[in-house]
């Protein structure tokens, strides 16, 4: 039995994790038997980070390593696409899981709206008298991360500018078929979904909350790679 190492649930959301939902959908749709364990400290874990997939020959980290791990045994996420479209599958997913991700990174720990509900949210487990001085050192980490990456450098509108071009590239890739790549799923969907789903689900409603909630494709996109590759 496989046993994925993951983030705790988001209300009805798989994973606070966007890359813990990603490598659940990899998982279902392997056809493998798997079962979850949810963790909130990854210390222990190979790159102090989730999600990990725990198999026969030890432990997997990494989304992308556990996609790399479930294609030895045979699965082929890709089966519909072309050289090409695999090429262009794997640009989607980087910009996804490298530009996208950091959206949500600030839109959850560095909106001073939406801070004090995640810090209760995530870290529930550290007591109350010491959560805020012990969480506020984390926060900090994670602001000096997104000022080093660049996303913290930019103003509220010039974020929103970039993050919606990108919105509008993944709309207008999606325009008339039910998948990026056309009737069929894919690893790109995969990796794009989850993280769509994760700006919709912050659990407060901003604005990239909003955003993504009210878009009549974007919205229905990501229910429909759920509801083709269900998890529990």
């Known amino acids: 039995m496989l046993t994925l190492l993951t983030y705790p649930r988001n209300g009805a959301v798989f ?12 998982l279902a749709f392997s056809g493998k038997n798997w079962t979850r364990e949810d963790l909130n400290d990854p210390r222990g874990m190979p790159h102090r980070k989730l999600p990990v997939l725990r198999t026969p020959g030890g432990l ?3 989304s992308s390593a556990i996609r790399a791990w479930l294609e030895q045994q045979g699965t082929d996420f890709d089966a519909a696409l072309g050289a090409r479209d695999r090429a262009q599958a794997q640009m989607l997913i980087r910009m996804a899981e490298d530009t996208l991700y950091f959206h949500v990174v600030r839109d959850r720990w560095d909106n001073d709206a939406v801070w004090p509900t995640i810090r209760d949210k995530y870290f529930h487990e550290i007591p109350a008298l010491i959560r ?3 969480t506020g050192a984390i926060r900090r980490s994670v602001h000096n991360g997104l ?16 993050v919606e071009k990108d919105l509008q590239a993944i709309t207008a890739l999606l325009k008339g078929q039910d998948f990026l790549f056309g009737p069929q799923i894919s690893s790109a969907d995969f990796s794009v979904a989850s993280m769509l789903q994760a700006m919709g689900t912050t659990p407060v ?12 494709v974007l919205k229905p996109y ?3 790679v759920f509801e083709t590759v269900p998890l529990p």
Do not use: H, M, W, Y
């Not at 994973?15 to 990899?26: H, R």
């Not at 000022?147 to 970039?162: I, K, L, W, Y």
């Open 15 to 26: 994973s606070l994790s966007p890359f813990c939902v990603k490598a659940a959908l990899l």
């Open 60 to 62: 997997v980290p990494d």
């Open 132 to 134: 805020r001085p012990v």
């Open 147 to 162: 000022v080093f990456q660049g996303t913290a450098r930019f103003s509220e509108d010039e974020r929103n500018q970039r």
């Open 205 to 216: 409603r901003t604005d990239l909350v909003a955003r993504i909630l009210d878009d009549t």
């Open 222 to 224: 990501v229910n429909r």
